[in-house]
């Protein structure tokens, strides 16, 4: 049975507008973002901290977590999209991808967005087409 909220996602337990997947990771788009396309890309396997996965499943972590910016950036209006390991809100290992225009954006203390379903699907759609 899956415990994290992450776990549940990948599992399909709960919904999530998903922008890829392979048979290791899924990215999915955070429901409180903090720029429009803010993307969640997480191990299958449920693994607390990011450091604790094998060298594969990291490797594969990293490369897909490229590909999804790729397209993220692509999609979304943006400067560059940063990437975060925080990990400590949610205790399934995740990367954060955020589009940035400033520094700033990339800030987890500033008020989050909460995007409607509408939103999120939209979003969602235009980088699945760069995938």
């Known amino acids: 049975m899956a415990n994290s909220l992450f ?3 990948v599992a399909r337990e709960i919904p999530a507008h998903i922008v890829a997947e392979n ?3 899924l990215a999915f788009l ?3 973002p903090l720029a429009e396309g803010h993307t969640l890309v997480v191990p299958k396997t449920e693994v607390d901290y ?3 996965l094998d060298d594969d499943h990291y490797e594969e972590l990293m490369v897909f977590s490229r590909k999804v910016a790729k397209a993220i950036h ?3 209006p943006c400067r560059k999209v940063g990437l975060s390991v925080v990990g400590l809100e949610v205790p399934h290992a995740h990367v954060h991808l955020i589009p940035l225009q400033t520094i700033g954006d ?3 203390a500033k008020e989050k967005q909460r995007a409607n379903d509408s939103q999120l699907a939209e979003v969602a759609l235009r ?3 760069y995938l």
């Open 30 to 32: 955070d429901v409180f």
């Open 106 to 108: 990339m800030n987890f």
């Open 127 to 129: 980088i699945q087409h």
């Open 23 to 25: 048979e290791h990771c």
């Open 74 to 76: 692509a999609a979304v």
């Open 7 to 9: 776990s549940k996602i």
């Open 50 to 52: 990011l450091f604790d």
